[in-house]
């Protein structure tokens, strides 16, 4: 432990056994068939959006963010396809988000090291990282809904992610930016 730093090591590839045993096990699975009873499509997606930015920084800070990103980013994108917009609406700000672990030594192998050559107690990491991890959030949430929906075409649904579908007709009408929904709440 003096010249390599294990735990490290051990942390790192414990994440990388947890996505893969989530996805042969069929965890993944059961958690798309359970997310979809909840009906998020009656929520405006700028708030699915939020809620599932909030849920990942939330794992990634007690769990690998490697982990975190391996079990969460396909469930999200069959999720999407389900509730029929861009895959890329919730994957992307939820693989940003993963990197979003500032509060626990535990969540990233940067923060277990800073963590195991120092001083710095626990507590204080969690202060400073709560307050990062709000910050860094609303502003993925505000970016995703603003010029990242020009920039990747969020506004369609695309045809590499309809061909997962059944029945694309049920996609047709389903404009999640169009004119009559709401991107983000204004503040006055």
Known sequence: ETKMCWGVIFLLGGGFALADASQKSGLSTLLVTQLNKLNLNSMPFWLVNFVVCLMTVSITNIASNTAT???LVPI????AVTMC???IYLTLPAGIVCSYAFALPVATAPNAIVFGH???KTSDMMKAGFFMNI????TIAISINTYAVPLFGLDEFPDWAAIKLENVSMCENVNPFGSDSVILPVVT
């Open 69 to 71: 990103a391996n079990v």
């Open 76 to 79: 999200l994108a069959e999720m």
């Open 85 to 87: 917009i861009n895959p």
């Open 118 to 120: 120092s001083t710095m």
């Open 135 to 138: 910050v860094c959030v609303f």
